[in-house]
């Protein structure tokens, strides 16, 4: 069995995707999720310049030999571009093996270890009111877990408020625009906002809440110990994590569950994190981690300490990263809850696919793959829309983290 040409397919149905297509001489052939949000055109030029001229001819059956070629081959390892460009050709890859089994993928990996996979969805406002409604249609939609963001009054668009309801895009301007950030306001502000949902909504939800790589692990520690009375199921990304040895200060002194990944390649980003057991959530994804084939490493090792998946599941993740991803959890054995940011109506249609939501769970599908597919004719319709995420600033002017 031989790669007889692979291409790649750039759409923006509402956002931009970057989709890699893998064909066979057997008629068979495979979808992979390139996406980097804000720098989709890096990729792309990785996977036309570099990566296909290398898979032609090859067997596409030698999943493991090609993600070694192509990381060890390369010499130059890691890195967000280099591991979605492998990410994609993986997951093309087990996309091809799976329809070859003719077997739904989750077979593949092992099989079945849950029936439903637990979400939570993003509900935000511009303040503590609009917030509380917000998780209030979340819980009516049938969700058991609900990340909460609100608004701080004097900070400008502070991190993931949304300009509609039940929907959330961030990277939405031509060039980057410009929010604000005070972390002192913060403080004072968001452990309001879980004091006042677990007033109005009781104990019986999981909450979360993303700190967003704004806090010093000091100031994260605070937020932490703050926010223990109201019971979070995890605080996510509360400092950044390039050093993780920063995250002791934080775990010494809070028992709020923390979770961190999803800006991480490899097992190397997270592997003192996972083996000093300072956090008990990693976040990697499909697409960002070096497909299936890595995160699964990822995930074994995580299982050794206890630590829970929580793959990363905002929109600029492609519903072929999200079906992927299920047929991953619905394996897993410590798998912990999945992200779930509902795509638009245009970018489901342009990726059709065999998922579906029910009763705050979603459930991937039996057709053999990870059953998302790519209708290009419509993808053309769709050209491609330059879009960054936005910049922080502190009141300053000094630069902050987004
Ligand atoms: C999350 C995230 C995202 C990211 C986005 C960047 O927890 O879902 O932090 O919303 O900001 O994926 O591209
Ligand atoms: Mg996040």
Redesign the pocket.
């Known amino acids: 069995m031989k790669i007889i040409s692979a291409k790649v397919i750039v759409t923006c149905p509402g956002r931009n995707f970057v989709t890699l297509k893998i064909m066979t001489d057997q008629g068979v052939y495979g979808i992979g999720d390139a996406t980097m949000?804000?720098r989709e055109k890096a990729v792309v030029a990785y996977l036309e310049d570099h990566v296909i001229p290398c898979l032609i001819g090859m067997d596409p059956r030698r999943i493991e030999d090609i993600w070694q070629y192509l990381y060890r081959g390369a010499y130059w390892r890691r890195g967000p571009v280099t591991m979605r460009a492998i990410a994609a050709v993986d997951v093309a890859l087990w996309d091809i093996k799976a329809k070859m089994a003719n077997m739904p993928l989750y077979q593949l990996l092992g099989g079945r270890s849950r029936d439903g996979i637990m979400v939570y969805g993003?509900a935000n406002g511009s303040d503590i009111a609009e917030t509380v409604d917000a998780v209030g249609q979340y819980i009516d939609l049938g969700y058991k877990a609900i990340r909460a963001q609100t608004g701080v009054p004097g900070i400008k668009d502070a991190y993931g408020v949304g300009r509609g309801k039940l929907f959330?895009e961030?990277?939405d301007a031509a060039l980057p625009s410009v929010t604000g950030w005070d972390t002192r306001k913060a403080l004072n502000y968001v452990p309001k906002l879980f004091e006042k949902l677990r007033e109005t909504y009781g104990f019986d939800h999981h909450l979360l809440h993303?700190g967003?790589h704004r806090y010093t692990p000091q100031e994260a520690a605070n937020l932490g110990k703050m926010l223990e009375p109201y019971q979070l199921f995890w605080l996510?990304?509360v400092t950044p994590a390039e050093n993780q040895e920063a995250f002791k200060l934080v775990r010494q002194h809070t028992v709020t569950p923390l979770a961190v990944g999803?800006i991480f390649n490899t097992i190397w980003d997270a592997k003192d994190l996972i083996q000093n057991q300072l956090i008990d959530y990693i976040r990697c994804t499909i697409v960002s981690a070096g497909g299936v084939t890595h995160l699964r490493r990822i995930a074994d090792l995580a299982s050794l300490y206890q630590v829970r998946t929580g793959s990363?599941?905002?929109t600029?993740?492609s519903p072929v990263t999200m079906g992927t991803a299920l047929h991953f959890d619905t394996w897993v054995p410590n798998f912990g809850i999945q992200?779930y940011?509902r795509h638009t109506e245009e970018t489901d249609a342009v990726f059709p696919h065999d998922y579906h939501f029910a009763s705050g769970e979603l459930f991937c599908g039996e057709a053999p793959g990870h059953g998302v597919d790519i209708d290009e004719a419509l993808a053309a319709k769709y050209p491609y829309k330059p879009a960054y995420?936005p910049v922080a600033r502190l009141s300053d002017g000094t630069m902050w983290n987004w």
Do not use: F, K, R, T
Request: hydrophobic residues 25%; without cysteine.
């Open positions: 949000n804000g993003h959330y961030p990277a993303d967003h996510e990304d999803e990363h599941g905002a600029d993740l992200e940011m995420l």
